[in-house]
């Protein structure tokens, strides 16, 4: 399969990294707002064709789907686009920033019929996985759960401590 990535920061490549590791998949190109952080993941992922401009990312010969990693933002028009070009996408979290945005996406999602997924992921972590079997086994019965995330950022940093694009 070949697929594009939108998202040059520390999530893009997250999923670079994680892609790498996955027989049959060729990312081809590499969409970025910061065009030389681009040109420099590019190169390191062996990327051969990168750009700023999701069009044109969409238009490379072959390409089946998009990896959206890029800000809440834009989030949902850059998934519209997507599947209005007749790429599947997986849409990094949050899918977007309003109700209103999230069912425009799933409402062209049912037009196109392309995939449309959203990146929740943590289900493939060890610990969310053994605790998933113990309640599937019945050894464990979900009373209450709370599960918060807070991020206290003084500045425009991403995950991996770099100003954001």
């Given at each position: 399969m070949k697929i594009g990535v939108a998202g040059q920061g520390a999530f893009g490549v997250k999923h670079l990294e994680a892609v790498g590791n996955i027989p049959g998949i060729e990312v081809i190109t590499l969409t970025g707002g910061n065009q030389t952080a681009t040109?420099?993941?590019?190169?390191?992922?062996?990327?051969?064709?990168?750009?700023?401009?999701?069009?044109?990312?969409?238009?490379?010969?072959g390409l089946e789907a998009m990896i959206l990693a890029t800000p809440t933002g834009m989030h949902a028009s850059q998934g519209i686009q997507?599947?209005?070009?007749?790429?599947?996408?997986?849409?990094?979290?949050?899918?977007?920033?309003?109700?209103?945005?999230?069912?425009?996406?799933v409402k062209v999602h049912k037009?196109?019929?392309?995939?449309?997924?959203?990146?929740?992921?943590?289900?493939?972590?060890?610990?969310?996985?053994?605790?998933?079997?113990?309640?599937?086994?019945?050894?464990?019965?979900?009373?209450?759960?709370?599960?918060?995330?807070?991020?206290?950022?003084?500045t425009n940093m991403n995950a991996a401590g770099r100003p954001r694009s």
């Amino acid at each position: 399969m070949k697929i594009g990535v939108a998202g040059q920061g520390a999530f893009g490549v997250k999923h670079l990294e994680a892609v790498g590791n996955i027989p049959g998949i060729e990312v081809i190109t590499l969409t970025g707002g910061n065009q030389t952080a681009t040109a420099e993941v590019a190169k390191r992922f062996k990327i051969p064709h990168w750009t700023g401009d999701l069009a044109e990312s969409l238009k490379q010969p072959g390409l089946e789907a998009m990896i959206l990693a890029t800000p809440t933002g834009m989030h949902a028009s850059q998934g519209i686009q997507s599947m209005r070009a007749g790429k599947h996408v997986h849409i990094e979290i949050p899918i977007a920033d309003s109700l209103a945005d999230t069912e425009r996406l799933v409402k062209v999602h049912k037009e196109t019929g392309v995939v449309c997924m959203g990146g929740h992921t943590r289900r493939f972590n060890p610990s969310h996985q053994y605790v998933h079997k113990k309640i599937k086994a019945g050894e464990l019965k979900i009373q209450q759960m709370n599960v918060q995330t807070y991020f206290f950022r003084r500045t425009n940093m991403n995950a991996a401590g770099r100003p954001r694009s």
